[in-house]
């Protein structure tokens, strides 16, 4: 057996003791294991099949049930976002049953929502704690990272040398990548010196990874993020990032190839790039069908029907098998119709007033890291988005991780600055001790 695959079984197995012990590293094991997922690296084709990630979900929600009493209470906390997830479960099934036309990958797709939403609401009923919260974290922020490691030892130009769930092409890597950057950026700016340290280890590996990738979509997504977060961000943190900003892009000047460059020079001239101009075709070609199937095709529907509503690819379709959309927005209403459109974005609108919500009450409680994750989250979310645009991420995980921690890190927030509060308030209620002396003179 390989030392990877061992060092693999020793941490994941270590999760799951851990998780028994406490229900939340049932969390960091499962972002654990789908960076590391035996099935799509080298290392664990001598592996059994023990259904990794499904057996991590069983043993938080065993260890939920041990446990349910110890969990830290939380003040006020609002689960709200996740009726968005439960909506969509709802409507997707309902969709397969009645509307699709390839209803065995719609079912599939289904069953995808229905597990996902099960665990988006178990990552945001157990992240309690900022400590909590920091694990996690940490650990999407490694698994990252060792994507880039892995991408420098055994990527070329559009090959990085890892797939993961749902994310198995480079492209998608990259996205995923470009999704928890403003992570790396930020705790390198504001981190502990451990924190700094690890993540200006990183950072070259994963930029590294963008060019080995050379997606444009991931590369667009960056300068989005670059220049929303010199609008957003208030304050001594806004110089901070500007000057992280101008080191990634020295970083990126000087490791980027002579195809990374010609690559992304497409962009500018995308009426003459092949691949541009055929997501024109496919975009117009979604908008068509949807208007013919306003209620959805469910899923897969869009590539039973692509030859039929883009017939300038058809010839070409025909010998290398149907595309897809390429865009996320048009997949799901292709898919889901109108009204799955409508719940994905109230989903992601929701989790934007979330973030905000931490913002405005970290300027008159102004204690933690609330603040930075919350941009970090903000701003990795409109980095996945904008890859989405060029690419489908409507399956991808880390968009809906990000909605759970938003909601775990408004609640611990919430119940911090109630415990704060609560500790002023019996400083202010208790007694001036009594002087019971007395002067005898």
């Given at each position: 057996?390989?030392l990877?695959?061992?060092?693999?079984?020793?941490?994941?197995?270590?999760?799951?003791?851990?998780?028994?012990?406490?229900?939340?590293?049932?969390?960091?094991?499962?972002?654990?294991?789908?960076?590391?997922?035996?099935?799509?690296?080298w290392w664990?084709?001598?592996?059994?099949?023990?259904r990794?990630?499904?057996?991590v979900?069983?043993?938080?929600?065993?260890?939920l049930?041990?446990?349910?009493?110890k969990?830290?209470?939380?003040?006020?906390?609002?689960?709200n976002?996740?009726w968005?997830?439960?909506?969509?479960?709802?409507?997707?099934?309902?969709?397969?049953i009645?509307?699709?036309?390839?209803?065995?990958?719609?079912?599939?797709?289904a069953?995808?929502?229905?597990?996902?939403?099960?665990?988006?609401?178990?990552?945001m009923?157990?992240i309690?704690?900022?400590?909590?919260?920091?694990?996690?974290?940490?650990?999407?922020?490694?698994?990252?990272?060792?994507?880039?490691?892995?991408?420098?030892?055994?990527?070329?130009n559009?090959?990085?040398?890892?797939i993961?769930?749902?994310?198995?092409?480079?492209?998608?890597?990259?996205?995923?990548?470009?999704?928890v950057?403003?992570?790396?950026?930020?705790y390198?700016?504001?981190?502990?010196?451990?924190?700094?340290?690890?993540?200006?280890?990183?950072l070259?590996?994963?930029?590294n990874?963008?060019?080995l990738?050379?997606?444009?979509?991931a590369?667009v997504?960056?300068?989005?993020?670059?220049?929303?977060?010199?609008?957003?961000?208030k304050g001594?943190?806004?110089?901070?990032?500007?000057?992280g900003?101008?080191?990634g892009?020295?970083?990126?000047?000087?490791?980027a190839?002579?195809?990374?460059?010609?690559?992304?020079?497409?962009?500018?001239?995308?009426?003459?790039?092949?691949?541009?101009?055929?997501?024109?075709?496919?975009?117009?070609g979604?908008?068509?069908m949807?208007?013919?199937?306003?209620?959805?095709?469910?899923?897969?529907?869009?590539?039973?029907?692509?030859?039929?509503?883009v017939?300038?690819?058809?010839?070409?379709?025909?010998?290398?098998?149907?595309?897809?959309?390429?865009?996320?927005?048009?997949?799901?209403?292709?898919?889901?119709?109108?009204?799955?459109?409508?719940?994905?974005?109230?989903?992601?609108?929701?989790?934007f007033?979330?973030?905000?919500?931490?913002?405005?009450?970290?300027?008159?409680y102004?204690?933690?890291?609330?603040?930075?994750?919350?941009?970090?989250?903000?701003?990795?979310?409109?980095?996945?988005?904008?890859?989405?645009i060029?690419?489908?991420?409507?399956?991808?995980?880390?968009?809906?991780?990000?909605?759970?921690?938003?909601?775990?890190?408004?609640?611990?927030?919430?119940?911090?600055?109630?415990?704060l509060?609560?500790?002023?308030?019996?400083?202010?209620?208790e007694?001036?001790?009594?002087n019971?002396?007395?002067?005898?003179?």
């Amino acid at each position: 057996m390989p030392l990877t695959a061992i060092i693999f079984v020793i941490l994941y197995f270590t999760g799951l003791v851990l998780t028994l012990r406490n229900p939340y590293f049932g969390i960091a094991t499962y972002i654990f294991e789908w960076h590391n997922h035996p099935p799509y690296m080298w290392w664990g084709k001598g592996l059994p099949d023990l259904r990794w990630s499904l057996l991590v979900s069983v043993v938080t929600l065993i260890s939920l049930l041990i446990n349910y009493k110890k969990l830290k209470p939380l003040y006020k906390p609002k689960f709200n976002l996740i009726w968005w997830l439960v909506a969509m479960t709802v409507w997707v099934y309902f969709i397969s049953i009645f509307y699709s036309i390839d209803p065995a990958s719609s079912f599939r797709k289904a069953e995808f929502f229905y597990k996902l939403t099960i665990q988006i609401f178990l990552m945001m009923f157990l992240i309690r704690e900022s400590k909590h919260f920091r694990v996690v974290i940490w650990t999407l922020i490694l698994g990252v990272a060792n994507f880039g490691r892995i991408a420098y030892q055994r990527g070329s130009n559009r090959y990085v040398g890892v797939i993961a769930p749902n994310s198995t092409e480079e492209n998608a890597i990259a996205a995923h990548v470009a999704a928890v950057f403003p992570f790396f950026e930020l705790y390198f700016l504001i981190g502990k010196k451990w924190e700094k340290i690890i993540t200006a280890i990183s950072l070259p590996f994963i930029l590294n990874l963008i060019i080995l990738a050379n997606s444009r979509a991931a590369f667009v997504a960056l300068v989005v993020i670059a220049l929303l977060s010199l609008i957003w961000i208030k304050g001594k943190l806004r110089w901070q990032v500007l000057l992280g900003t101008f080191i990634g892009a020295l970083l990126l000047l000087y490791l980027a190839n002579d195809q990374f460059w010609q690559r992304q020079n497409t962009i500018d001239n995308y009426k003459e790039e092949g691949s541009a101009v055929s997501r024109i075709y496919l975009w117009r070609g979604a908008i068509k069908m949807w208007k013919d199937h306003p209620m959805g095709l469910g899923g897969g529907g869009y590539q039973k029907l692509v030859m039929q509503y883009v017939p300038e690819l058809a010839h070409i379709m025909e010998q290398k098998g149907a595309k897809t959309v390429h865009n996320t927005f048009l997949l799901v209403l292709v898919e889901w119709g109108f009204v799955g459109e409508i719940i994905f974005l109230g989903f992601l609108f929701h989790i934007f007033l979330i973030l905000q919500e931490v913002k405005r009450r970290y300027r008159n409680y102004p204690f933690g890291r609330f603040y930075v994750d919350a941009i970090a989250l903000e701003m990795g979310l409109l980095a996945i988005l904008t890859a989405g645009i060029f690419h489908n991420r409507s399956y991808s995980e880390v968009i809906y991780w990000f909605g759970a921690f938003a909601v775990a890190l408004r609640n611990i927030q919430g119940t911090e600055i109630y415990e704060l509060e609560d500790e002023e308030t019996d400083e202010e209620d208790e007694p001036e001790t009594l002087n019971t002396s007395f002067n005898l003179k």
